[in-house]
């Protein structure tokens, strides 16, 4: 296991490297200039020309991409253009924010959405079937921003309960948590239900069924983790967008995080800001599909012995040898 996690980490260095040149590419050649943006249409030809020297910009495009490259190696993203602030710093004073609402949104999506998902596929074809798959399908074609809208509309302007934005105690959250999650719940409850169902299917429930199991312990401790795999690496993979950054949620909630943050980059042409999101995205999203494949080992042993086998293997071959 622990050859294959490095195998992963190694894996991961090309990745990035490929995610910082494509990016730094595509900041390149984007229209619209940072520093016309920054000083406005007032500006002189000099003062252009003073603060492109100042930003680097005036350098030639390989040797900016060799310097971005190399601060990248020593965790440097450069300093925002607008702001002046270091990037990597900026990255860990918002991070924080943004892992507390994704942990939340997760949280709240696992705890309803597996059992209403669960439930459906043992009530399959029934009226409380139908109704939670017509609840669970209007929640997913609700666009997020919308709803993030509605809610504000509802619990913040007309009836005053919650807080439309800023940070501050637990009630900052809620609206925040409620607007990103909903529609993640409705898709882990659909694809629980269409795991369930596959499963509960199997011969292997049949003969559970007939040596008098309980449904309470053939639902629990034998469909459902043979139901996991799908449903955790939908989790897994929501984790990662959530970690990259709550764009819309932050932006419509004024919630200092790293998808804001993203956001205000992509507007004011910052090339560094977008920049180090982007690999902070690409960074944070692999690691998370490492820990679903090291989650789907803990769920299936027949995955963890895959990836046991190779080092077994050779050891017993170096003991046989």
């Given at each position: 296991?622990g050859?294959?996690?490095?195998?992963?980490?190694?894996?991961?260095i090309p990745?990035l490297?490929?995610?910082?040149?494509?990016i730094?590419l595509l900041?390149?050649?984007?229209p619209?200039d940072?520093?016309?943006?920054i000083l406005?249409d007032?500006a002189?030809?000099?003062?252009i020309e003073?603060a492109?020297?100042?930003?680097?910009l005036?350098?030639?495009?390989?040797?900016?991409l060799?310097d971005?490259?190399?601060?990248?190696l020593?965790?440097d993203?450069?300093?925002?253009?607008?702001?002046?602030?270091?990037v990597s710093q900026?990255?860990?004073?918002?991070?924080?924010?943004?892992?507390?609402?994704?942990l939340?949104?997760?949280?709240?999506?696992v705890i309803?959405?597996?059992?209403?998902?669960?439930?459906?596929a043992?009530?399959?074809?029934?009226l409380?079937?139908?109704?939670?798959?017509f609840v669970?399908?209007?929640l997913?074609?609700?666009?997020?921003?919308w709803?993030a809208?509605?809610l504000?509309?509802?619990?913040s302007?007309r009836?005053?309960w919650?807080p439309?934005?800023?940070?501050g105690?637990?009630?900052?959250f809620?609206?925040p948590?409620?607007a990103n999650?909903?529609?993640?719940?409705?898709?882990?409850?659909r694809?629980t239900?269409?795991?369930?169902?596959e499963?509960?299917?199997s011969d292997f429930?049949?003969t559970?069924?007939?040596?008098?199991?309980s449904e309470r312990?053939?639902?629990?401790?034998h469909a459902?983790p043979?139901?996991?795999?799908p449903?955790?690496?939908?989790?897994?993979?929501r984790f990662?967008m959530?970690?990259g950054?709550?764009?819309?949620?932050?932006?419509?909630?004024?919630i200092?995080?790293?998808?804001l943050?993203?956001i205000?980059?992509?507007?004011n042409r910052?090339?560094?800001?977008?920049?180090g999101?982007?690999?902070?995205?690409?960074?944070?999203?692999?690691i998370?599909?490492?820990i679903?494949?090291?989650?789907?080992a803990f769920v299936?042993p027949?995955?963890?012995?895959?990836?046991?086998g190779?080092?077994?293997?050779k050891?017993?071959?170096e003991?046989?040898?």
């Open positions: 296991m050859r294959y996690i490095l195998k992963r980490l190694i894996q991961m990745i490297l490929i995610v910082a040149i494509l730094f900041m390149s050649f984007v619209g940072p520093v016309q943006i406005g007032q002189t030809e000099m003062q003073e492109r020297h100042n930003l680097g005036d350098k030639p495009f390989v040797q900016r060799v971005y490259l190399v601060g990248i020593h965790l993203f450069g300093k925002s253009y607008l702001l002046g602030t270091p900026e990255l860990l004073t918002r991070f924080p924010r943004t892992l507390l609402i994704a939340l949104c997760i949280v709240f999506t309803f959405g597996i059992p209403i998902g669960i439930r459906c043992l009530r399959a074809d029934k409380e079937d139908r109704v939670w798959m669970t399908l209007l997913s074609s609700m666009p997020g921003f709803l809208l509605m504000v509309l509802l619990f302007v009836l005053g919650l439309s934005n800023g940070i105690g637990w009630k900052y809620v609206l948590v409620f999650s909903l529609g993640s719940l409705a898709g882990i409850a694809q239900r269409a795991s369930m169902l499963v509960i299917r429930v049949t559970a069924r007939s040596k008098g199991l312990d053939i639902t629990w401790k459902l043979n139901a996991m795999i449903i955790i690496t939908i989790l897994g993979a990662g959530l970690l950054g709550t764009t819309i949620t932050e932006s419509v909630f004024s200092p995080g790293i998808g943050y993203m205000n980059g992509i507007n910052d090339y560094p800001i977008v920049q999101c982007v690999i902070y995205i690409a960074f944070t999203f692999s998370m599909m490492l679903t494949d090291l989650i789907y299936d027949r995955i963890k012995a895959q990836y046991a190779p080092a077994k293997a050891k017993k071959a003991a046989t040898a």
